[in-house]
C-alpha cells in the first residue's frame, strides 16, 4: 500500500531540506554564531519562530547538518568499496567519490573546519564516531594497497588525503559552475593518488 504525500507534507519536506541548504550556506558564510534563526527563516521565506517547526533550536540544525553529510560520506565511501573487486580501482573509486563530494559541498566542509565545537556534546560524538568509521574504510583500502605500511602510516595518509581534497572552499572559489571546476577535479584526483600511492 502506497501512502499519499499530501501538498502540505511536500511543502514542508521542500522547506525542511531549503532550511539545512541555506543555513550551510549562511555558517559557511558567516559563521555559526554570525548567524541568527531569524536570518534563517527570512532565507527561507518564513519569520525565524517558524524555524522552531523543523528544529529545536539553531544547535540541533548545526547537528543535523554535520550528522546527515557524515552519515552520507559512511554509506558512500562503503558502497563504492563494495562494489570494486581490485585495490588500486577501489582506491581511485574511493577518491573520486570523496572528490565529488568536496566539490559539492564545500559549503558543509568550511563549517565543519569552524563550527564543530559549537555541536552538542551528543552530536559532536555522532560525528566523530562516524568519521572514524568512514577512516577506517580508507584505511582498509590503503592495507591493501600497502600490505607492508602499518596502520599509523595508513592512517596519515588518509587524513592527508582529506587535507587536500577538502581544500575545495579555496581551490573551487569562483569556479563552480564553470569550466574551471573540472580542471580542479583533475588536479585533486590526480594530487590524491599521487599521494596516496607515493
Not at 573520486?96 to 573546519?113: C, G, K, M, N, S
Not at 595508513?154 to 574551471?180: D, M, Q
Amino acid at each position: 500500500m502506497t501512502t499519499r504525500v499530501t501538498e502540505r507534507e511536500r511543502q514542508k519536506a521542500d522547506r525542511y531540506s531549503a532550511l539545512l541548504s541555506e543555513a550551510s550556506r549562511l555558517f559557511a558564510e558567516r559563521g555559526y554564531s554570525g548567524v541568527s534563526l531569524e536570518e534563517l527563516g527570512a532565507a527561507v521565506g518564513v519569520s525565524g519562530p517558524a524555524v522552531y517547526r523543523h528544529f529545536a533550536n539553531k544547535q540541533a540544525l548545526l547537528g543535523k547538518i554535520l550528522i546527515t553529510v557524515s552519515e552520507r560520506l559512511l554509506a558512500g565511501g562503503t558502497a563504492v568499496v563494495s562494489a570494486e573487486t581490485d585495490a588500486a580501482e577501489r582506491l581511485r573509486s574511493l577518491v573520486r567519490f570523496h572528490t565529488d563530494f568536496a566539490l559539492a559541498d564545500a559549503d558543509v566542509i568550511r563549517v565543519q573546519d569552524r563550527d564543530l565545537a559549537s555541536l552538542s556534546d551528543e552530536d559532536r560524538h555522532t560525528v566523530r564516531r562516524l568519521q572514524r568509521a568512514y577512516v577506517e574504510v580508507w584505511i582498509g583500502v590503503l592495507a591493501e594497497v600497502h600490505p607492508d605500511r602499518d596502520a599509523a602510516d595508513l592512517r596519515v595518509r588518509a587524513h592527508a588525503c582529506f587535507g587536500l581534497i577538502n581544500s575545495t572552499p579555496h581551490s573551487v572559489r569562483g569556479l563552480r559552475g564553470t569550466p574551471g571546476d573540472e580542471a580542479v577535479r583533475g588536479v585533486l584526483e590526480t594530487m590524491a593518488i599521487a599521494a596516496l600511492t607515493a
